[in-house]
């Protein structure tokens, strides 16, 4: 996983230090400088850039990373590289700090609890939908989920489908049919029984379509959801952000579902998301079926990516 990133920032290759007598560090016990750090922010920057991190989180690890790196001296006995990897890692951590809401104590402390789910056209709505359905239904909550998708030929038939094979409650109203009104009917359902979870599937919208951002508006009002999820497909790089953006903007949105991370896929976007929008990626697709939605775990991340 994270391939790519993984190999760039695995910073195999040796970097330089003036060499300087390792006399003064063991009479001293001060040790080297570090050195010149440009060059190795700079093959860092383009790396990361490569990787899909956005050109403004790139600069802003690469000065964070200078920062941290001030006035350090390698001591005797320390690895320079392994000094830099270090500084590395823990810049890339502190960006990533932000809180990462707990959804299934969200949803056990409310009833009906509903989440709506946007995003582009393909990037994984309907079966992060499905994929959500699964897990509260194993948590032992009551799930009814809106085929509020009813802009696209088949996208009803997919999302009930999917129910079937789950066993869960699809609202549905015909193709065509307006989606706030089928929002609205699925949350009046779930009303009637306890522990009731909401999911709310819609339809793919295109960045310039303002119909169907508009309608979007109207099924967040009429549904007045306690969690607005985006789905970005992490295999759309750096246009994630722009789309998360977007979103943003237009409904609010809560958190960040990064889908088919499980493709050969770059990871860069996932660092961009949250150090620039200041949202939390909540969980991760990593696969077709319905147990493949991981919680999203910053230490894993930095794993994959690093180690
Ligand atoms: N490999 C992989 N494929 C995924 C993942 N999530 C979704 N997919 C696939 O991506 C394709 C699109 O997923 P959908 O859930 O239909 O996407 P959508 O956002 O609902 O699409 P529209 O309704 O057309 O806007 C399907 O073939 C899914 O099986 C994932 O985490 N990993
Ligand atoms: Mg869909």
């Given at each position: 996983?994270?391939?790519?990133?993984?190999?760039?920032?695995?910073?195999?290759?040796?970097?330089?230090?003036?060499?300087?007598?390792?006399?003064?560090?063991?009479?001293t016990g001060l040790g080297k400088p570090i050195g010149d750090l440009d060059e190795f922010t700079d093959d860092l920057k383009i790396s990361l850039l490569e990787a899909d991190v956005?050109?403004?989180?790139?600069?802003?690890?690469?000065?964070?990373?200078?920062?941290?790196?001030?006035?350090?001296?390698?001591?005797?006995?320390?690895?320079?590289?392994?000094?830099?990897k270090e500084a590395v890692k823990s810049t890339i951590t502190d960006m990533l700090k932000i809180k990462i809401?707990?959804?299934?104590?969200?949803?056990?402390?409310?009833?009906?609890?509903?989440?709506?789910?946007?995003?582009?056209?393909?990037?994984?709505?309907?079966?992060?939908?499905?994929?959500?359905?699964?897990?509260?239904?194993?948590?032992?909550?009551?799930?009814?989920?809106?085929?509020?998708?009813?802009?696209?030929?088949g996208a009803i038939d997919q999302i009930?489908?999917?129910?079937?094979?789950?066993?869960?409650?699809?609202?549905?109203?015909?193709?065509?049919?307006?989606?706030?009104?089928?929002a609205f009917d699925a949350v009046s359902h779930a009303s009637k029984y306890?522990?009731?979870?909401?999911?709310?599937?819609?339809?793919?919208?295109?960045?310039?379509?303002?119909n169907l951002l508009e309608e979007m508006k109207k099924i967040k009002r009429v549904?007045?959801?306690?969690?607005?999820?985006?789905?970005?497909?992490?295999?759309?790089?750096?246009?994630?952000?722009?789309?998360?953006?977007?979103?943003?903007?237009?409904?609010g949105i809560d958190a960040i579902v990064v889908t088919k991370i499980d493709a050969d896929t770059k990871g860069g976007s996932i660092l961009s998301l949250i150090y620039e929008l200041k949202k939390p990626v909540i969980f991760v697709g990593n696969g077709q079926t319905y147990e493949d939605l991981m919680e999203f775990d910053p230490n894993w991340y930095i794993k994959n990516i690093i180690d």
């Open positions: 996983m994270f391939e790519k990133l993984k190999e760039k920032l695995g910073l195999k290759k040796k970097t330089s230090i003036e060499e300087s007598s390792f006399e003064d560090s063991l009479t956005s050109l403004a989180t790139a600069e802003k690890l690469s000065d964070n990373l200078k920062g941290k790196l001030k006035g350090k001296r390698i001591k005797f006995g320390e690895d320079r590289d392994k000094v830099l809401p707990n959804l299934y104590s969200m949803a056990s402390s409310k009833s009906p609890f509903i989440i709506l789910l946007v995003g582009m056209n393909g990037t994984g709505k309907t079966t992060t939908a499905a994929k959500l359905a699964y897990e509260f239904k194993k948590r032992d909550h009551y799930v009814v989920i809106a085929a509020a998708d009813t802009f696209r030929a009930f489908i999917h129910g079937e094979k789950l066993g869960v409650k699809v609202v549905k109203h015909q193709a065509g049919s307006d989606p706030a009104s089928v306890p522990r009731s979870v909401v999911i709310i599937d819609t339809a793919g919208r295109m960045q310039t379509n303002k549904s007045k959801p306690d969690f607005t999820i985006l789905t970005v497909d992490a295999l759309s790089g750096n246009d994630a952000l722009n789309q998360a953006k977007m979103f943003d903007e237009a409904v």
